[in-house]
Nanobody, 116 residues
Framework: QVQLVESGGGLVQPGGSLRLSCTVSGSTFSIYPMGWYRQAPGKERERVAGISSGGKTSYADSVKGRFTISRDNSKNTVYLQMNSLKPEDTAVYYC??????????WGQGTRVTVSS
């Protein structure tokens, strides 16, 4: 059974940085695309960034130039480096293992609060 565990969230001032991690167990991590999503209070979950099994990345317009997604297949971990954080980045952040054959899997989420 695949499990995803996020970490690295917290409270940060505007302009600050955080790095989120998502470690996957119970699956051959390296073959799956991964994504980071977020859900702000009262809003629908939205895609923030994605990375293919080969390392190709994509980003939502709202985070381009500020966030960087990466993966370390030796550690079964995907990262989201978040710089120049804004109050509107406040949300619960989720990682997602993307698989049409086995079904997508989600982590439990980690909360990010950007506030002075």
């Amino acid at each position: 059974q695949v499990q995803l565990v996020e970490s690295g969230g917290g409270l940060v001032q505007p302009g600050g940085s955080l790095r989120l991690s998502c470690t996957v167990s119970g699956s051959t991590f390296s073959i799956y695309p991964m994504g980071w999503y977020r859900q702000a209070p009262g809003k629908e979950r939205e895609r923030v960034a994605g990375i293919s099994s080969g390392g190709k990345t994509s980003y939502a317009d709202s985070v381009k130039g500020r966030f960087t997604i990466s993966r370390d297949n030796s550690k079964n971990t995907v990262y989201l480096q978040m710089n120049s954080l804004k109050p509107e980045d406040t949300a619960v952040y989720y990682c997602k293992l993307i698989s049409a054959s086995r079904g997508d899997a989600w982590g439990q989420g980690t909360r990010v609060t950007v506030s002075s």
